[in-house]
T-cell receptor, first 114, second 112 residues
Framework: AAGVIQSPRHLIKEKRETATLKCYPI?????VYWYQQGPGQDPQFLIS???????DKGSIPDRFSAQQFSDYHSELNMSSLELGDSALYFC?????????????FGQGTRLTVV | GQQLNQSPQSMFIQEGEDVSMNCTSS?????WLWYKQDPGEGPVLLIA?????ELTSNGRLTAQFGITRKDSFLNISASIPSDVGIYFC????????????FGKGTRLSVIA
């Protein structure tokens, strides 16, 4: 079965550079979530999209922005990178079936800022 | 905001032992999800619970959605070395597109 695809898997950037992370949700899933996970931490919600519209916003810095495109893939754009942005970034997708929702995660992108 | 209290934070058990972990919240949820995460990998969905009182099994895993809708537990029976990892509970207040709220995780170590 198709899963959530994230690219790249690993990314190394220098401080003040920009980075773009991509997420391809499971086909026919209408919701995409972005999470940031620091070492030894639980995933922290950044932002979500439902049917290509931003639906909720969490602890996403102003330096970050995201969007969902017509083909439902989503991109997280990160500018003026800081050392503290080094983390695993996960994308998850879900859809509602009746009153049931299951969210599936991608493999993540490990961002290292040096 | 909504918070989930997950316990224990970590467990060291012998292979073959049973494991139990739980999550509680001050808020009600419509859905409880349990995930397992291996180092450097994305969380993998283990069990999804949708109704208060629901008890669901997936192989050696059993999870229950608390009657009050504010708690859930996950049991693993007859643990094996590959059960090692971090287990997260996540709650969802159904509104179609609200984010999952995660617990802090339970780090499980299995001693062969």
């Amino acid at each position: 079965a198709a899963g959530v695809i994230q690219s790249p898997r690993h990314l190394i950037k220098e401080k003040r550079e920009t980075a773009t992370l991509k997420c391809y949700p499971i086909p026919r899933h209408d919701t995409v979530y972005w999470y940031q996970q620091g070492p030894g931490q639980d995933p922290q919600f950044l932002i979500s999209f439902y049917e290509k519209m931003q639906s909720d916003k969490g602890s996403i810095p102003d330096r970050f922005s995201a969007q969902q495109f017509s083909d439902y893939h989503s991109e997280l754009n990160m500018s003026s990178l800081e050392l503290g942005d080094s983390a695993l970034y996960f994308c998850a997708s879900s859809s509602i079936v009746g009153f049931s929702t299951e969210a599936f995660f991608g493999q993540g992108t490990r961002l290292t800022v040096v | 905001g909504q918070q989930l209290n997950q316990s224990p934070q970590s467990m060291f058990i012998q292979e073959g032992e049973d494991v139990s972990m739980n999550c509680t919240s001050s808020s009600i949820f419509n859905t409880w999800l349990w995930y397992k995460q291996d180092p450097g990998e994305g969380p993998v969905l283990l069990i999804a619970l949708y109704k208060a009182g629901e008890l669901t099994s997936n192989g050696r895993l059993t999870a229950q959605f608390g009657i009050t809708r504010k708690d859930s537990f996950l049991n693993i029976s007859a643990s094996i070395p590959s059960d090692v990892g971090i287990y997260f509970c996540a709650g969802l207040l159904y509104s179609g597109n609200t984010p999952l709220v995660f617990g802090k995780g339970t780090r499980l170590s299995v001693i062969a």
